[in-house]
């Protein structure tokens, strides 16, 4: 059986520097597979003062309810994301189903 080669020098380097900005922003690699180039990165839910966001709604009436709700919405949840490289040798990210 013939092994393909999907990616080159140049996506490579791509990936790497995918997978470090990535890890910058607070992403931890979960599963990494050096043959089938992928890399699936985790980032846990963070804790929200809900305190202290009724005590600023309060404060302005209301009108803070709006990034309360933003920040509920998305950093609430824990996130996890698959950087790898196609048959084609092509970089894609997609996010990835977490219970």
Request: aromatic residues 14%.
């Amino acid at each position: 059986m013939e092994s393909y080669q999907f990616v080159n020098e140049k996506n490579q380097d791509r990936f790497y520097e995918i997978i470090a900005a990535k890890t910058r922003n607070g992403f931890v690699i979960t599963e990494h597979n050096e043959k089938l180039p992928y890399v699936v990165l985790s980032k846990e839910k963070k804790a929200i003062n809900h305190a202290l966001h009724l005590f600023i709604s309060l404060m302005t009436l209301g009108f803070w309810l709006v990034i309360w709700i933003y920040l509920i919405l998305n950093f609430s949840r824990k996130k996890d994301i698959l950087v790898a490289v196609d048959e084609d040798g092509n970089l894609f990210e997609d996010k990835c189903l977490s219970i």
